[in-house]
Nanobody, 116 residues
Framework: QVQLVESGGGLVQPGGSLRLSCAASGFTTFSRYTMSWYRQTPWKERELVATITSGDGSTNYADSVKGRFTISRDNAKKTVYLQMNSLKLEDTAVYYC????????WGQGTQVTVSS
């Protein structure tokens, strides 16, 4: 069955960097999915952070992370990445990946905490 496993989160100071990974398994058509990273905190609805298309790999970002985050993918490894630079306190959240146009089973997410 389809499974998404996020990793790479942790505690980082403001201005620091982290690289998140999302490994997909259980299906052979990963390359056909437009994939996204989302984040959620207890006091906010889930927010779409970044998207990368299945075709030409075009990317899109929420205004709040534009210029600081970079989404990429490795279809051979069935993995999506999120490079996060210049982290801010408000980036603290649990980060999830999922397909954009269809909802796959959600993974457990990975906690990112930005704190001094």
């Amino acid at each position: 069955q389809v499974q998404l496993v996020e990793s790479g989160g942790g505690l980082v100071q403001p201005g620091g960097s982290l690289r998140l990974s999302c490994a997909a398994s259980g299906f052979t058509t990963f390359s056909r999915y437009t994939m996204s990273w989302y984040r959620q905190t207890p006091w906010k609805e889930r927010e779409l952070v970044a998207t990368i298309t299945s075709g030409d790999g075009s990317t899109n970002y929420a205004d709040s992370v534009k210029g600081r985050f970079t989404i990429s993918r490795d279809n051979a490894k069935k993995t999506v990445y999120l490079q996060m630079n210049s982290l801010k306190l408000e980036d603290t959240a649990v980060y999830y990946c999922n397909a954009l146009y269809t909802t796959l089973p959600w993974g457990q997410g990975t906690q990112v905490t930005v704190s001094s």
